[in-house]
C-alpha cells in the first residue's frame, strides 16, 4: 500500500528528473536525491508511527498497566518502514533513468506496463492460498492443536501463508481488472459516469481511460484500506462473540446455580430467582449420572421447548442438523436422547436404535435400567464436560427415575453485568448451591485463545483502520487528480467551465471510490470468511460464520466519504488556478 500510494504522483516525479537530466543530472545523482528524500520520510514517518503506537496503547490501556516500546519490535518495525520509503522511491528513478529517453519520460501518458506477468503473479498466489487453505480446512488440519488432558496449545503459524497469500492476490488483481475494465469498457464507464458528469461522461471516460494506470492505483488502494477495515473489525466481533460463546459454554448462563446436594433445589427456588432484579429468564436443568456400558457419562435433562433460546444453543454444538432441529427432535420423542459421536461409533448406533442406559433412581439410590431411542449427536452443551455425555427430555428422565427437582438453574441477565444478580442468587440458594457468573468463567477458561482478552488491542486496530480509510482514500484521490493538473489547464483555456471541470472531477472520483468501496467489501467478506475458517481451532466451538460488524461498517464509510469529499474539493480548488500557472506547475 505505501509504494502504491508513493506511485500515484509516480509520472509528475518521472516528469522532473527528465527535466533535471536535460539540464545535466546524471544518474547516481538522481539516485541520491532519491536516496535522501526517502531516508527522510521513512526515519519521520518512523518516529511518528512509534509515537503514535506508544500514545494509542496508552489511551486503550492494551497492555493492562501502561505501554512500553520493546526494543526488538520497535527497531524491526522502524528499519522495515525506512527500507520501504527508501525502495519505493529510489528503485523508480534508478529504473526510470537506465530504460527511458528524456523525451518518453516527458510524456503525460501512463504505460501499460507488464499486466499479463502480473495476472500470472496473482492467479499463481490466489492459487497458493486457495491449496493451503484447502488443506488447512478441509483435511482435518489445525491451526492450534490441544490434546485432551493437555494444558498447553500448540499453535502451526504456517497455514497464516494462504490468507496472506490471498490478500496479495487480491491487491494485484483487482488493480489489472480496474485497468483493463477502464481501458477495454469505455461506453459503460461513460454510462456510469453521465448522472454526474453528463454530456462529459464519454470525455470523463476518455480521460480515465488514458490515465487507466494511475486510476487502477487509486482504485486498489480504496479497496485494499477498505477490504483491510472491514475484515479486521469482522474477525474481531468474531473473536469476541466466541469468547462471550465459549464462556457462556463453560458457565452454562450469565449465572449458573448447581445444587451442591444429590436432592436438587426445593421447588420454591425456581421462582423466586426469576424474581430477582436485572434476570430475563431462568432455565432449570436436571443433572444425574448415567452408565453407557461401562463409561460413566454425565446426563442432562432439559426442558426442549424452551432450551434453545434460553442458553442460546449455537448449531455448532450439533452434528446432523440445527440446533432448533436437533431440540425439536428430542421434544418430538419423549424418550428420546442425543448422545456424543464418540458414542455413536462405539456402538454403532442408528436414529431410531433403542438406548438402555443405566440411571441412578431416587427410590433407593441403585442404578435402573431405563430405555431411551437415539435421536441425535451433540458435541457441546451448556455447564456440559468436553468428552462425552447424554442430553435427554427432563420429563421423561423424571418418570423414570422419580427425580422431579431441578438440580441446576441457568439465569439470563440479557448480557449485563451479573454482579448484583450474583449475589442475590446466593442469598436465595445460601450454601446449598455453588453460584459461578460468566464473568469469572472469562477469567479462567484456558482451554482456547478466546481466553486471551484483546479489547484493547482491538479498539487499537479499529482506531487505525479507521483513520487509515480517511487517509488513505482521500489522499489518493487527491493525488490522483492533481497529478492531471496539465489536462484541467488545457480544458479550461479550450474554454472548459468550472463547473464542467466540476463535473468531470466528481464523476471521476465517485466511480472510483464507489467501485472501491464494492471491491473492498467484496475481499474482506471473502478474507475475513478464509481468516474464520483457518482459525477455527482458535474458537471452541468455532463459529458458524464472520459477524458483520454493521456499526463499525458504517463508520467507515462514513470516514471514507468525508475523505473522498475532502480530497475532491481540494483538487476541484487547484484545478480552478489559472491555466498558465498549472503549466507552469507541470
Known amino acids: 500500500m505505501a509504494a502504491a500510494l508513493a506511485g500515484l504522483p509516480a509520472t509528475a516525479r518521472r516528469r522532473e528528473q527528465a527535466l533535471l537530466r536535460a539540464r545535466g543530472a546524471t544518474t547516481g545523482a538522481l539516485v541520491r536525491f532519491a536516496l535522501a528524500e526517502g531516508f527522510a520520510v521513512g526515519v519521520i514517518g518512523a518516529a511518528a508511527g512509534l509515537v503514535t503506537g506508544v500514545l494509542g496503547a496508552r489511551a486503550f490501556d492494551a497492555g493492562g498497566g501502561g505501554a512500553s516500546l520493546t526494543p526488538a519490535w520497535s527497531v524491526g518495525a522502524a528499519v522495515a518502514g525506512i527500507a520501504v520509503a527508501v525502495a519505493v522511491l529510489t ?10 529517453t528524456i ?13 499479463a506477468a502480473l495476472v500470472i503473479s496473482g492467479l499463481g498466489l490466489a492459487l497458493l492460498g486457495l491449496w493451503i487453505y484447502e488443506l488447512s480446512t478441509r483435511r482435518g488440519y489445525t491451526l492450534v492443536f490441544a490434546p485432551e488432558g493437555v494444558p498447553g496449545i500448540s499453535i502451526s503459524y504456517w497455514v497464516l501463508v494462504g490468507p496472506a497469500g490471498l490478500w496479495l492476490a487480491a491487491a494485484i488483481l483487482m488493480r489489472e481488472a480496474s485497468a483493463f475494465a477502464v481501458d477495454r469498457g469505455r461506453g459503460v464507464v461513460a454510462y456510469l459516469a453521465r448522472p454526474v458528469a453528463g454530456n462529459l461522461a464519454s470525455t470523463a471516460a476518455a480521460t480515465m481511460q488514458r ?3 494511475l486510476i487502477a492505483r487509486t482504485f486498489m488502494l480504496i479497496a485494499l484500506t477498505v477490504a483491510f477495515a472491514g475484515s479486521t473489525a469482522a474477525f474481531n466481533q468474531t473473536y469476541r462473540q466466541q469468547a462471550d460463546v465459549d ?11 448447581a445444587s ?3 436432592d436438587g433445589f426445593s421447588p420454591d427456588v425456581g421462582d423466586r430467582l426469576a424474581a430477582v432484579p436485572g434476570v430475563r429468564h431462568v432455565e432449570q436443568l436436571q443433572h444425574r449420572y448415567a452408565y453407557v456400558g461401562t463409561d460413566l457419562q454425565d446426563l442432562y435433562g432439559v426442558r426442549p421447548a424452551s432450551i434453545v433460546h434460553a442458553t442460546r444453543l449455537q448449531n455448532s454444538y450439533f452434528t446432523g442438523g440445527t440446533a432448533p432441529e436437533l431440540i425439536g427432535r428430542l421434544d418430538a ?33 441403585e442404578p435402573i435400567n431405563v430405555p431411551f431411542h437415539y435421536a441425535g449427536v451433540v458435541n457441546e452443551f451448556p455447564t456440559a464436560p468436553r468428552d462425552s455425555f447424554i442430553v435427554a427430555n427432563a420429563a421423561y428422565l423424571s418418570s423414570a427415575t422419580g427425580h422431579t427437582a431441578a438440580d441446576m438453574y441457568l439465569l439470563d441477565t440479557g448480557g449485563r453485568s451479573p454482579g448484583s444478580a450474583v449475589d442475590a442468587v446466593r442469598a436465595i440458594t445460601g450454601t446449598a448451591a455453588v453460584v459461578t457468573d460468566i464473568t469469572s468463567s472469562r477469567a479462567v477458561v484456558g482451554s482456547t485463545l478466546t481466553a486471551v482478552d484483546l479489547a484493547g488491542l482491538t479498539r487499537i486496530e479499529l482506531a487505525f483502520a479507521l483513520l487509515l480509510i480517511a487517509g488513505t482514500t482521500g489522499v489518493a484521490v ?9 489536462s484541467f489547464a488545457i480544458a479550461t483555456a479550450l474554454g472548459a467551465t468550472r463547473r464542467q471541470i466540476g463535473a468531470l472531477v466528481w ?9 472501491g468501496i464494492v471491491a473492498g467489501l467484496t475481499a474482506a467478506w471473502a478474507m475475513s470468511t478464509v481468516l474464520v475458517s483457518v482459525l477455527a481451532g482458535v474458537f471452541d466451538p468455532p463459529p458458524e460464520a464472520p459477524v458483520i460488524p454493521w456499526a463499525y461498517l458504517a463508520a467507515m464509510l462514513a470516514c471514507a466519504a468525508t475523505a473522498v469529499v475532502v480530497g475532491t474539493t481540494v483538487a476541484i480548488r487547484a484545478a480552478r488556478r489559472s491555466p498558465l500557472a498549472m503549466l507552469r506547475a507541470t
Open 91 to 100: 528503485v523508480p528513478t534508478w529504473r526510470d533513468a537506465r530504460r527511458l
Open 103 to 115: 523525451a518518453s519520460a516527458r510524456r503525460t501518458t501512463t504505460r501499460r506496463g507488464h499486466r
Open 211 to 213: 490515465q487507466r494506470t
Open 247 to 257: 464462556a457462556k459454554l463453560t458457565n452454562g448462563a450469565d449465572v449458573t446455580a
Open 260 to 262: 451442591a446436594s444429590t
Open 333 to 365: 420423542t419423549p424418550d428420546g436422547v442425543l448422545v456424543s459421536a464418540e458414542t455413536v461409533h462405539d456402538f454403532q448406533l442408528r436414529l431410531g436404535d433403542q438406548v438402555v442406559l443405566r440411571v441412578q433412581s431416587d427410590q433407593n439410590g
Open 478 to 486: 487527491a493525488l490522483g487528480l492533481t497529478e492531471r493538473r496539465s
Open 507 to 515: 464523476s471521476e472520483s465517485l466511480l472510483v471510490t464507489i467501485a
